[in-house]
T-cell receptor, first 118, second 117 residues
Framework: AQSVTQLGSHVSVSEGALVLLRCNYSSSVPPYLFWYVQYPNQGLQLLLKYTSAATLVKGINGFEAEFKKSETSFHLTKPSAHMSDAAEYFCAVSDLPDRGSTLGRLYFGRGTQLTVWP | DGGITQSPKYLFRKEGQNVTLSCEQNLNHDAMYWYRQDPGQGLRLIYY???????QKGDIAEGYSVSREKKESFPLTVTSAQKNPTAFYLC????????????????FGPGTRLTVL
């Protein structure tokens, strides 16, 4: 099974500062990678995804992530944090489907809670 | 508007009772999923379904049951056998492209928070 590790369960930044949320994956084959955001008591919303096209992926709300195969990483960044970015962020990996199935499962990290200080 | 609806938003259950969480989607997605979310543990897969009348267990299926009689609907029943059911439950769905595995993004509903009294 694939796995995802998110370093740091809580990250705090000041408004206007750089946001860096870390994600490392384990996969024996080229994976698909995703970042989702969750606001309190809501479902998850896709921020961006990597599907082996460009290694630098731009998403919504000014976020971007870079796929680095040598480091097995897919860190999420935003140059300037905004108060509205405060939420929980999840990294996920999708591997190839098991034999006999056409479903590639998503494996989620434990999440990183981002706090933005005024 | 296309999307995924989950009901109810909040649900309270007495110990020993079965409860059913509703999930409906009008996105014409083939695959549907149920996840359980506990603080600090991320999302854990309970059950998933690729097509109507077919579903598979995920990582934590014990104490849960599902059905997939219609493409649009994937209800989850939390049975009395689930020892610690208090959690936030999320339903999701995704496309299935002919000939390709389902690896595309999943779309999530707003969730149901279940509390056992």
């Amino acid at each position: 099974a694939q796995s995802v590790t998110q370093l740091g369960s809580h990250v705090s930044v000041s408004e206007g500062a750089l946001v860096l949320l870390r994600c490392n994956y384990s996969s024996s084959v080229p994976p698909y990678l995703f970042w989702y955001v969750q606001y309190p008591n809501q479902g998850l919303q896709l921020l961006l995804k990597y599907t082996s096209a460009a290694t630098l992926v731009k998403g919504i709300n000014g976020f971007e992530a870079e796929f680095k195969k040598s480091e097995t990483s897919f860190h999420l960044t935003k140059p300037s944090a905004h108060m509205s970015d405060a939420a929980e962020y999840f990294c996920a990996v999708s591997d190839l489907p098991d034999r006999g199935s056409t479903l590639g499962r998503l494996y989620f990290g434990r999440g990183t809670q981002l706090t933005v200080w005024p | 508007d296309g999307g995924i609806t989950q009901s109810p938003k909040y649900l309270f259950r007495k110990e020993g009772q079965n409860v059913t969480l509703s999930c409906e989607q009008n996105l014409n997605h083939d695959a549907m999923y149920w996840y359980r979310q506990d603080p600090g543990q991320g999302l854990r897969l309970i059950y998933y379904s690729q097509i109507v009348n077919d579903f598979q267990k995920g990582d934590i299926a014990e104490g849960y049951s599902v059905s997939r009689e219609k493409k649009e609907s994937f209800p989850l029943t939390v049975t009395s056998a689930q020892k610690n059911p208090t959690a936030f439950y999320l339903c999701a769905s995704s496309w299935r492209t002919s000939g390709d595995p389902i690896r595309d993004e999943q779309f999530f509903g707003p969730g149901t928070r279940l509390t056992v009294l």
